[in-house]
Structure formats: structure tokens, C-alpha cells
């Protein structure tokens, strides 16, 4: 029997909490500290593995990514002792894509060449501005230089190399996000990811803007036409989006995140990871210890999960709705309705189309270009109450 998980495949997220410094932005898990025992750790993300993996037997893996966190600061040998650990509890797929981010700052070529012998095939780096005033801005520990050496030492070490940027950041003109994009094309491998700035509740960034103190962001129509600028220019050097902030050549998507996107399953591991895993039949969401310390110990007592939850038909058809709709192919309709019959659902998609918000074919429905700007305000008509 096909179970639903298989249209989107298996993937293993790794979560590596640890980074050289705090950025202003970021909301993610992340933690600063002096000393990291790697073996411990090693050894404690493998035993996270073969917990899961017998939750999960026979399954083919189809990727595994190391986020954080910098994931960059691990010895190329914990990533091998955790890579080892999958190929003994899983299968690997012929074509697994295993990727590492990396900063510009906290690797250099021997790290870049050991990440690679251990099994490493794709690194995802996290640029953010090929601007030097601005990666000051935004907390970086990197100068544009830096950057670019770093991507070109992943270029010749790696098959397959992405990088992210930053825009719509303080006091930046759609000219000079135009000028910076061409830049990143020209010296683009074949993936892009490219994020509008977002101030996070609990960040350094959010304090800031409560006390007046971070000026120069764009309003909202400055943003929308950053945003259309972007789809114009990234089409045209043939990396259209394949997801609102994910560009690539045709057949250089992130196969980790269409996993996510696609609703297939994942297992996370890792402090305050997340996953979502089919088990026997039924679909449940984990998340981990958040603190580093205290995930560990519990991984030592024999499990780094504090929550597992069964998913029932109703959250699984929002989850696939809210992750689907963020990917140009959109969602397949008899897949929804198989998960859970929303009342209304064909209604409010007739709606949103007129609206030029949706498209839809006879068993697809999507998110045009112009809903994409909305896509939370879409995706709120859609969902039940």
C-alpha cells in the first residue's frame, strides 16, 4: 500500500545549534558558546538516528542537511560519524543529496575538503549581502571579499554550491537591490535563495524597531517591487523561483526542501528539531529539547524528543496546504481531500482566482505571482477556522 508520506519522499534534518555570534535577525536556535565537546556530540545525534531510523525501517533516504546554527564549526569527522550512522539504519538514495551551511567566515579550504570526504555533496552558504556596510548591518562576521573566495572554494569542491542573500534591507534602493542581484547571478552556481528581510519577534532587530532605532526599512510597496524585480531578473538569467524565496535552474531545486514542501516525511534530530514522521499508518509531529544541554542529557536518557504528536487528517491537509502553496506546482487537489474534506475549499479557490490570487488546473491548485505577496492572507481564506 502507497501511504500519502511517499509522494514527498524521507529526508533527516540535523540541527546544529552552535554559532560563532548571535545575528541581529535571526530567530532560529542558536547558541554561542566556548567549548563544544564534539565526540559527545557526535555520538549523541548518531544514537538520535538509530532511535529513529527503528521507528522507520527500510526506508530510502532521499536527503539529509545539516542547518543551524552554523554547521560549519563541526569537525568534518562528526559529520562522518553521523553520516555513517544513516547509511547503517537506512538505504541511501543513488542520488542523496547531503547538504551542509555553511558561513563565509568560519570555514576555509581543508574544512571545505573534509566536509567533502566525509560525504558532504551540496553546501548551502549563508552570504546575505555583497555589501560590506551592510553585513556590518546585519551582524555578520564576514566582509564581501571573504564571501566570494569562500563560494569559490565550495565551487571547486562541491558538485553543487547555493548561496542565500538578503534584501529590502535599511536604506537599500531597488537600484542598488538590482545591482547586487546581477552581481550574485553572474556569480551564481545553479540555486539562489533570496529572503525579504523580516524583523522577528525576539531578535536583536525587533528591540531595535520597539525603541525606534532601526530606521531606513522599506514600506510595503518598495518591498513588493523588490520582490517582482527579483522573479523579473532571476527568470531571465534562467533561475526562475521554484518557491517564493528559492530560485534555480530546472533541475537544481533543493530536493531536502521539497521534501518539506511536497509533504513527505522527515525526521529531525537535533536541539529544538522538528519532524514528521508516518508510523505505522498514522502521521505524528516531533519537536526536541530546545536547550543544547538539555536535549543532550535527554538524548543520554534515551530520547532528545519532548513532544510527539499525532496529526490528525484536518492538520495534515492545512500542513500540506500551507507548505504546498509556497511552491510553484502547487498542490494536488484529490491528495487534499483525501487528508480532509474542507468545507468550502473549491469555493474560496473560485474566489481567490477571479482575485488573480490562485491558479488551477483539473487536479492542481496554486499561488500566482501576485498572491504570492499575500500568500498569508491566502492561505488564512483557505484553512477552516
Known amino acids: 500500500m502507497i501511504e500519502d508520506w511517499q509522494s514527498g519522499g524521507f529526508g533527516l534534518y540535523v540541527h546544529w545549534p552552535f554559532c560563532e555570534a548571535k545575528c541581529p535577525y535571526c530567530d532560529f536556535n542558536s547558541h554561542v558558546v566556548k567549548h563544544i565537546d564534539q565526540t559527545r556530540w557526535a555520538k549523541a545525534l548518531a544514537s538520535e538516528v538509530e532511535r529513529v531510523s527503528a521507528l522507520t525501517p527500510g526506508r530510502v533516504l532521499r536527503s539529509i542537511f545539516f542547518g543551524g546554527g552554523t554547521p560549519s564549526l563541526m569537525l568534518p569527522q562528526t559529520v562522518a560519524t553521523i553520516l555513517e550512522a544513516t547509511q547503517t539504519h537506512w538505504t541511501w538514495a543513488n542520488d542523496i543529496e547531503i547538504t551542509l551551511e555553511a558561513n563565509p567566515n568560519s570555514v576555509e579550504a581543508d574544512r571545505f575538503r573534509g566536509f567533502a570526504d566525509a560525504g558532504i555533496n551540496r553546501v548551502s552558504l549563508g552570504i546575505q549581502s555583497l555589501r560590506d556596510d551592510d553585513l556590518r548591518k546585519l551582524g555578520r562576521l564576514h566582509n564581501a571579499d571573504e564571501a566570494k573566495r569562500a563560494f569559490g572554494i565550495a565551487r571547486d569542491t562541491f558538485s553543487r554550491v547555493s548561496f542565500d542573500l538578503i534584501y529590502a534591507r535599511q536604506n537599500q534602493t531597488l537600484s542598488d537591490w538590482e545591482t547586487e542581484l546581477s552581481e550574485a547571478l553572474a556569480m551564481a552556481g545553479d540555486h539562489l535563495s533570496l529572503y525579504q528581510l523580516t524583523v522577528e519577534h525576539g531578535t536583536a532587530f525587533w528591540d531595535r524597531q520597539n525603541a525606534g532605532k532601526l530606521r531606513g526599512l522599506p514600506g510595503e510597496d ?7 524585480l527579483t522573479q523579473d ?7 526562475p523561483a521554484y518557491e517564493v524565496s528559492n530560485h534555480a535552474a530546472p533541475g537544481s531545486e533543493s530536493r531536502h526542501n521539497l521534501i518539506y514542501w511536497t509533504y513527505g516525511d522527515y525526521a529531525g534530530v537535533g536541539p529544538g528539531a522538528h519532524g514528521r514522521l508516518t508510523i505505522s499508518g498514522q502521521k505524528f509531529a516531533n519537536s526536541a529539547w530546545l536547550q543544547p544541554g538539555a536535549w543532550l542529557n535527554a538524548v543520554e536518557a534515551g530520547s532528545g524528543d519532548e513532544v510527539l504528536t499525532k496529526l ?14 509556497r511552491i510553484t506546482e502547487g498542490v494536488d487537489i484529490a491528495r ?10 473549491d469555493t474560496t479557490v473560485d474566489s481567490l482566482h477571479e482575485l488573480g490570487l490562485m491558479w488551477k488546473s483539473d487536479d492542481r491548485i496554486g499561488v500566482t505571482q501576485q498572491g504570492r505577496l499575500v500568500l498569508n492572507s491566502v492561505i488564512a481564506e483557505l484553512l477552516p477556522e
Not at 222 to 228: G, N, P, T
Open 222 to 228: 518598495l518591498a513588493a517591487d523588490m520582490y517582482d
Open 233 to 239: 531578473i532571476c527568470t531571465a538569467a534562467g533561475m
Open 312 to 325: 490528525s487528517g484536518k492538520d495534515q491537509a492545512s500542513e500540506y496546504l500551507m507548505m504546498g502553496l
Open 336 to 345: 487534499i481531500h483525501n487528508m480532509y474534506e474542507f468545507n468550502g475549499l
